[in-house]
């Protein structure tokens, strides 16, 4: 089993010096002791604070690691070792890429064989009394409660919500949301990398919406609950909002927990054939999106243009450990250099040139270049097709990705589609038919850049397009073996669900700002990571 390094909460690392003989006898160990919630070793305080009064037993017998006497999966090779090696330094010499420290290591262990839920609680404001700063506008501390006006605030302490399998979290808020003459309020903000990329829990009273929100670029998507009406946020109430057992859920005043059930986009397009169980899941997928991870570390109360008029007497988060988090300074895809070779969809054609290029970038900062002209073809015609403007891009940038769009335009133009030739150079393919100038492409950029990854995807169709049958079938034929030929994974949108949903679409092929955001971007984002 290899380690992956987890970034973890001071409050949860529990560590000790334990050294011992690797087999070959017995090496003095210091006593480990916990007071007062800090470890001691050998009666000298650390600067390690824990929650619970145990410090894991860490013992290496027969090649494995045992945790309080648990023989753990976790092999080591102590194997001609000094009597005086750690079970630490074994394990490290199997697994060098280790970046963490032992006090992580021992932590991480614990919790392998101690599998006990954790625990994280966040007091955001008590009686009033806010710990933080105030970005803008004003917050005062009246009578018990915390009065803001057009407020921004900065959280002295990052709420990490995780929300992948097994996470568990609850925001509790009592108070009145909506104070005046305030219509909505962004009330949990984080921003891991831009403002562009953004999760939020939010209030609109026009929508008469709670909801929980994912900004990527210039759309905002939110899914939560509806009241009776929106000026029940001008009233005070109790309000927990949580996620549970996969599912995001709502009660108010004590009342019974309600599913997620509504969607919008920007407020406005709000028609949604999904249950709440995939609503959750959907959700999950966008905050893996902008987040790079299964967690997004909320830092503010509102945001700019989603300031706060509130009234709030207390807000506590309480959230199941954020095993899985990271604190990272910049996306994952942050250098990755992307080239796009397409036509109109990898252009943008119905949405003002903004396509899920330019989204990622927003997103994540990394460098890209864009070949897409509309009405173009794979087969080269010598003036604007694919082929040719292959050779606007300079490999030797060493480009991480070359993508490209299977294009439709091909088959809506009766472009032959030939057939899957042999070889692996460009020379000899045959570039007048479709699987012919697929193959020359695969080929061209491998001889350009070697380490450059060559991405085809193909796009959704709607069912009323004519030639979607014939398009169809040359992915599950030729196309698919051209791949199986060259090693090359596809990104198929083809077959994904998003069809479905009718303000995704344009007309026919060509999918909305909506449609790339949520339906595209993350399946490109998650392709990248899956195959840096």
Same mark, same amino acid.
């Given at each position: ?24 006898? /017995? ?23 824990? +929650? ?24 080591? @090779? ?16 199997? @697994? ?75 925001? /509790? ?26 999760? %939020? ?20 998507? +939110? ?73 997004? /570390? ?10 706060? @008029? ?24 942050? +250098? ?34 864009? /070949? ?101 079938? %040359? ?58």
């Amino acid at each position: 089993m290899k380690f992956k390094w987890l970034a973890l909460p001071a409050a949860l690392v529990m560590a000790g010096t334990l050294v011992f003989g690797a087999g070959c006898g /017995e090496a003095a160990k210091p006593e480990v002791t916990v007071q007062d919630g800090y470890v001691y070793v050998d009666g000298e305080r650390t600067d390690i604070q824990v +929650n619970e009064p145990h410090t894991p037993e860490v013992t290496v017998q027969d090649g494995y690691v045992y945790v309080d006497g648990q023989k753990t999966d976790i092999q080591v @090779n102590a194997a001609g070792e000094t009597p005086q090696a750690s079970a630490f330094e074994l394990w490290k010499k199997d @697994n060098p890429d280790y970046a963490g420290t032992e006090a992580d290591w021992l932590a991480w262990l614990d919790r392998l064989t101690h599998p006990q839920e954790e625990k994280m609680q966040y007091t955001l404001i008590e009686n009033g009394e806010f710990s933080g700063s105030v970005v803008s506008g004003t917050a005062t501390t009246q009578n018990g409660s915390l009065k803001l006006q057009n407020a921004v605030l900065r959280l002295a302490e990052g709420v990490v919500l995780p929300s992948g399998d097994g996470a568990s979290w609850e925001a /509790e808020i009592a108070g009145t949301l909506l104070t005046g003459s305030a219509t909505s309020a962004q009330i949990l903000v984080g921003e891991p990398f831009t403002d562009l990329g953004r999760v %939020y829990l939010g209030v609109n009273k026009g929508k008469k919406m709670l909801y929980l929100g994912v900004r990527l670029n210039t759309v905002y998507v +939110n899914f939560g609950w509806v009241m009776e009406s929106g000026a029940f946020f001008n009233s005070k109430h109790t309000y927990k909002v949580g996620l549970r057992n996969g599912e995001y859920y709502l009660s108010v005043d004590g009342a019974a927990s309600k599913p997620m059930t509504e969607i919008n986009f920007n407020q406005e397009k709000s028609d949604w054939p999904e249950s709440p169980a995939q609503n959750s899941a959907d959700l999950n997928t966008l905050i893996r999106t902008v987040a790079a991870q299964d967690a997004v /570390e909320m830092t503010g109360l509102g945001a700019s243009g989603f300031t706060w @008029n509130a009234d709030i007497q207390t807000f506590t988060v309480t959230t199941s450990a954020p095993v899985e988090y990271r604190r990272l300074l910049v996306h994952p895809l942050a +250098n990755t250099k992307i080239f796009y070779l397409g036509s109109s969809i990898t252009y943008g054609y119905a949405s003002g040139g903004a396509a899920f290029g330019e989204i990622i970038h927003d997103l994540t900062g990394n460098p890209f270049q864009k /070949e897409a002209v509309s009405g173009t073809t794979l087969v080269d015609n010598e003036t604007s097709s694919y082929v040719q403007r292959l050779r606007n891009f300079d490999f030797s940038q060493n480009p991480d990705f070359l993508v490209v769009q299977l294009s439709t335009n091909d088959f809506s133009q009766g472009k032959p589609l030939g057939s899957v030739q042999d070889g692996t150079a460009s020379s000899g393919f045959n570039t007048s038919t479709v699987s012919g100038a697929i193959q020359y492409i695969i080929a061209y950029a491998k001889e350009q850049c070697p380490t450059c990854k060559v991405v085809f995807y193909t796009g959704t169709v709607s069912d009323k397009w004519g030639y979607k049958t014939a398009y169809e079938n %040359y992915i599950n034929g030729d196309f698919k073996k051209i791949c199986e030929k060259w090693e090359i994974e596809p990104l198929d949108i083809f077959h994904t669900r998003y069809t479905n949903f009718t303000f995704f679409w344009n007309d026919d092929i060509h999918p909305t700002l909506e449609g790339y955001t949520f339906g595209w971007t993350p399946l490109f984002m998650q392709y990248f990571r899956d195959h840096l």
